[in-house]
């Protein structure tokens, strides 16, 4: 692909005076110590000692034009490593302003990871400078609930964060999780301002994260929110399935209540079909209608033997146990499933007195659906892991369960990747259980989907909601929807994200600028790269936060993970390599 070239005059200049002029190269023995330290030598082709040579060859043209001096993630080893002490960072961040724009990142690979693109690496800076209030009101600029993402958020940030390359990604969930956590709340009165009341109303069904979320920035816009709400507390199933021992109910409580402190009104025990309809909504003047009912049912598949005592359905089950309704459970459970909802099923059974638990799913380990850090959870829990197994039948005696009936899975998804699981029918095994808890999935309870609004029916699909992606109407206009309804299995950040799309479209909707972006911490302009990393810097390992032994989470659902420690937290955010600095730095010329 040709690019189009950025070289100038500066570019050149600045390679002279850091590089050519200080005799650097006269010295560089090509011996490749810095090859050998750097830890993405041979991925992607990449090796900086080559590089360093097409410098010295006056090549620095061919190396600008590839993408091998964005590979490099500047953590500094190669500069450790080299015994001439040549300045091979100062070489690289050259090679970057003299190649083409195309080549250089947008934003830091964590924020463009993270579906709200929050400002990660500043506030892991600001953490590892002790800001915290500044930290977490810049967090907030993004997001209603940093409490509950520091627990429950699947990191899709951290898989991306370059520091992964090297020795560990940069723990920004937990980070996130620390600065919520210690925040001293005096920021409150400017994280809850509203604008003037505009006379808008919004109807939003459903208090979960994409509701809440919402309801929030619009009315935080001005607009008069009502949110219909089918259980007696707001939260969806961040109160009402994930278990405790990952998000303590006071956290739920907290970060909701601060949501709804900006005016919101909370009318519980409403069931959309049941209680009231779009329609009514419409008819009490309700300008818009943002529908967010989560997918709060346990998807079903026919299987022999379901119907029998002992079998229980996933999502059923954690509620159960929120709600007291479960409060034990017997010796042998066997767990079908292989997300995250079937190890939080598992490991709830462990908590509820089981003996033996055993988790069995199509998926082989690397393919499970479940976050990784819950699969190894799972494991030193001593949940027993069957992978490449699926359910032929569950057996019992006199309408007891005893057991199911599995066969080996070859493949769950066929060449074009849809799900399609293949069988080995003839490998085949039994697993004895006295509970087997089915938690494939979740389903969204469509039932309400019978009433027209404006001559028209809500368009569904595959049993979700049809909405538009880039604004999330519906079919129907000024209606609205978001979350799980629309997008399963969805995860919280998910969920947030489309609340905010939405709110920006609904607002927009309602005449407004659909400015939802809010500024409460002004962010230097003046941070400088650090040019040269302090020697070892590329060493520091990650430190996982502390959790409490696997012997002391029986019978009881405390949290098993706690909050860094403010040294703690100052030298995990000291890892941060600061690519976004990097990115500013090579965008001037």
Request: charged residues 30%.
């Amino acid at each position: 692909m040709e690019f189009a070239r950025k070289t100038t005059d500066a570019a050149r200049m600045e390679l002279a005076e850091k590089v050519y002029d200080s005799s650097m190269f006269k010295v560089c023995e090509q011996c490749g110590s810095c090859s050998s330290a750097c830890p993405l030598t041979g991925t992607n082709d990449f090796n900086i000692r080559r590089i360093i040579r097409h410098l010295e060859l006056d090549m620095e043209d061919e190396v600008a034009d590839s993408p091998l001096p964005w590979f490099c993630t500047t953590c500094g080893r190669c500069e450790d490593a080299c015994p001439n002490g040549i300045k091979i960072l100062d070489i690289v961040r050259y090679l970057r302003r003299l190649g083409p724009d195309e080549r250089m990142p947008a934003a830091a690979t964590c924020v463009l990871a993270c579906p709200v693109h929050i400002n990660i690496p500043e506030y892991v800076r600001l953490a590892a400078e002790g800001k915290i209030n500044e930290a977490y009101e810049l967090i907030r600029e993004k997001v209603p609930f940093p409490g509950i993402l520091g627990r429950v958020c699947t990191r899709f940030c951290e898989e991306k964060c370059r520091r992964a390359d090297v020795n560990g990604p940069v723990p920004i969930c937990a980070l996130k999780r620390y600065i919520a956590d210690s925040e001293n709340g005096t920021s409150r009165a400017k994280l809850l301002h509203t604008a003037n009341d505009t006379g808008r109303k919004v109807a939003v069904i459903g208090a979960g994260p994409a509701g809440l979320t919402v309801a929030f920035y619009l009315r935080k816009k001005g607009h008069r929110i009502a949110i219909f709400e089918e259980r007696p507390e707001a939260g969806g199933m961040l109160r009402s399935t994930i278990p405790a021992y990952r998000l303590p109910e006071e956290i739920v409580r907290k970060e909701i209540d601060d949501v709804l402190a900006v005016g919101i009104e909370l009318k519980t025990g409403q069931k959309l079909g049941r209680d009231f309809d779009l329609n009514g909504l419409k008819a009490e003047g309700y300008d818009a209608i943002f529908v967010a009912i989560g997918g709060q049912l346990s998807r079903k598949i026919e299987l022999e033997g379901a119907d029998l005592e002992g079998v229980l359905w996933g999502v059923d089950f954690l509620y159960d146990v929120k709600e007291g309704r479960i409060a034990t459970i017997k010796d042998q459970v066997t767990v079908i499933g292989g997300g995250n909802v079937a190890i939080d099923v598992a490991l709830t059974a462990l908590r509820l007195g089981a003996n033996e638990v055993t988790l069995a799913c199509l998926e082989k380990t690397e393919e499970m659906p479940a976050n990784r850090w819950e699969i190894e959870q799972a494991v030193r829990e001593g949940v027993n892991l069957m992978t490449s197994w699926g359910p032929v039948r569950i057996l019992g005696e006199d309408g007891k369960v005893t057991g199911i009936d599995l066969r080996r899975c070859t493949s769950v998804f066929d060449a074009e990747g849809i799900f399609s699981p293949a069988y080995d029918e003839a490998e085949k095994t039994m697993a004895p259980a006295d509970t087997v808890i089915l938690a494939i999935g979740q389903a969204v309870d469509l039932s309400f989907i019978k009433a027209v609004t404006d001559g028209q029916s809500l368009k569904t699909g595959r049993g979700l909601i049809v909405v538009d992606e880039a604004s999330q109407q519906t079919n129907i206009p000024g209606v609205f929807a978001g979350g799980d309804a629309t997008k399963a299995p969805g995860t919280v950040i998910d969920a947030i994200a489309q609340g905010r799309v939405a709110a920006s479209k609904i607002d927009r909707f309602l005449g407004g600028d659909g400015m939802i972006v809010e500024t409460f911490v002004k962010v230097p302009q003046d941070r400088a790269i650090t040019e040269r990393r302090e020697k070892g810097f590329a060493d520091l390992k990650r430190s996982e936060p502390l959790t409490i032994n696997v012997d002391e989470r029986k019978n009881n659902f405390r949290e098993v993970e706690s909050a860094y420690d403010g040294e703690q937290a100052a030298r995990e955010a000291q890892r941060c390599f600061s690519c976004d600095l990097e990115i500013t730095y090579c965008k001037k010329t």
